[in-house]
């Protein structure tokens, strides 16, 4: 079976094929690779080599897709809340080593056109490339989502349904059913995004529907409503825990993977705990939160080790907000 080196992306074959002894199932083309990958700063296969993460060749592959350039295809069923594969970022051009960049699409266009084209923006490490992730294509019904961990310099790709053996693995570019955005800021996105990916969808897409539409309308109007209620007696409280209720009810319905609806468990976390009658309804929402971050993010990076704190001290983190 042809492999690729995890680390240089080459192309390998039998004697060459050189395994991490740890996982058993990542590749490398070289010695220099293997220690490469095994060190390198931010994402480093030593922080990940036990968690089972889906590798190129055995879990999913890099096909030509008709009129999308590459693809990124589940070589095996891959389950819901998969850890397909996990990406080092780059932050600029200069870092990126040139034949990743040059590899990618448009083809014979500038290094910067090719990183305008497939950088993502992230809220907490500006720019970013993923060699491997920028493979994976749009689609509005999405079966993953990806996500940046900021200290582990790393993109995650996780399943969000079960994707069957030979299906596309999707994500989606421009988040039409993101409740934290306002209208505006989601048609900003949609307008920016849509022209650079060619992406046209007809009326009988998803992301057309006008109930779910309306639907990711009021959840971003639940969303804000929700920051702005006031929180000072028990009924308040009360109150503001049966609208956040409401929304993650909306968002296990809609949204598209687990991240929106994260923060919103971690704000009936936060709302519960101010008060002493309704301190124990936190229990529900930290639990759904730190599985949310088990899911999307890694046992290793900040993000979770600070969910585990709210999980373990509820009542000393009262005042964070
Ligand atoms: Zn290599
Ligand atoms: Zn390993
Ligand atoms: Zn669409």
Redesign the pocket.
Known sequence: MTRHCAYCLKSIEGDEIK????????TYCSRECQVSDWTSKGQS?KI???DNIGEEDIDWEVKETEGKGLGVFAKRLLPKHTKIMVDRGYRTIKETPFEFINSLMPHGGTLQEKWDLNSFFTKEGGDNLGIRLARVNHDCRNNATNKFIPDLNSFILVAIKDIQEGEEISIQYYFYNDFSSSKEVRDVRESVIRPKWDINCDSSCICKNKEIIDSIQKGHELDELIFTLPIRTEDDIRESLKKVDELIEMGEKYASGIMPLARTYYDGFQIAITNKNTFPLHKKYIEKYLEACEVIDSKHSSNYAEALQYYNTPHLHKNSY
Not at 19 to 26: I, S, V, Y
């Open positions: 395994k991490c002894a740890g996982c058993m199932r990542r296969h990940w080599c036990k």
